[in-house]
T-cell receptor, first 113, second 112 residues
Framework: DSGVTQTPKHLITATGQRVTLRCSPR?????VYWYQQSLDQGLQFLIQ???????AKGNILERFSAQQFPDLHSELNLSSLELGDSALYFCASSEDGGSTEAFFGQGTRLTVV | DAKTTQPTSMDCAEGRAANLPCNHS???????VYWYRQIHSQGPQYIIHGLKNNETNEMASLIITEDRKSSTLILPHATLRDTAVYYCIVEGSGAGSYQLTFGKGTKLSVIP
């Protein structure tokens, strides 16, 4: 158990809908990262937050947004969903935003039908 | 683009050492080498990281060449539970911001 909790574990929704994925980082970790893993793209970095502020942005679509709340949990919002958004979404956390190890949650499997 | 090159797959006999190579010829002075692994569709798991010196922890050893252009992850006594995709990642220690860029990794199969 990495200490990072992601909910829900599975999500099935229709095209055009909006969903919210939630991540609770390890106790004491200030940094949260979101990744997308699809069969053909591998693990893609989406975005990083550090203590409530956006720190780094990767290949995140404009239809996607994220935030980190004062209690340090984070949410990833996916809107206008398309079939191609079906993937595993992982959240990770680390003590700080620098060169320390990141701990990953077990992921949310999103299926868009 | 990933900054590393790894073999697509490797086999290792159970109980033997697994040596996983990684080339990172364009690594710069402030970049670390990280190793993660992903078992089936679970979340990736941190294994070890290093800058220039060799490192060892309870899971593995990391050997980095003197010119830092390549490294080897060593699992000293591979078990069936070590079957996974292993990712070698090069990442800088920029102030408060880092994003692990995962490549395709090496699929390690531990064979009984």
């Amino acid at each position: 158990d990495s200490g990072v909790t992601q909910t829900p574990k599975h999500l099935i929704t229709a095209t055009g809908q909006r969903v919210t994925l939630r991540c609770s980082p390890r106790s004491g970790d200030l940094s949260v990262y979101w990744y997308q893993q699809s069969l053909d793209q591998g693990l893609q970095f989406l975005i990083q937050y550090y203590n409530g502020e956006e720190r780094a942005k990767g290949n995140i679509l404009e239809r996607f947004s994220a935030q980190q709340f004062p209690d340090l949990h984070s949410e990833l919002n996916l809107s206008s969903l398309e079939l191609g958004d079906s993937a595993l979404y992982f959240c990770a956390s680390s003590e700080d935003g620098g060169s320390t190890e990141a701990f990953f949650g077990q992921g949310t499997r999103l299926t868009v039908v | 683009d990933a900054k590393t090159t790894q073999p697509t797959s490797m086999d290792c006999a159970e109980g033997r050492a697994a040596n996983l190579p990684c080339n990172h010829s364009t690594i710069s002075g402030n970049e670390y080498v990280y190793w993660y692994r992903q078992i089936h569709s679970q979340g990736p798991q941190y294994i070890i990281h290093g800058l220039k010196n060799n490192e060892t922890n309870e899971m593995a050893s990391l050997i980095i060449t003197e010119d830092r252009k390549s490294s080897t992850l060593i699992l000293p006594h591979a078990t069936l539970r070590d079957t996974a995709v292993y990712y070698c990642i090069v990442e800088g220690s920029g102030a408060g911001s880092y994003q692990l860029t995962f490549g395709k990794g090496t699929k390690l199969s531990v064979i009984p």
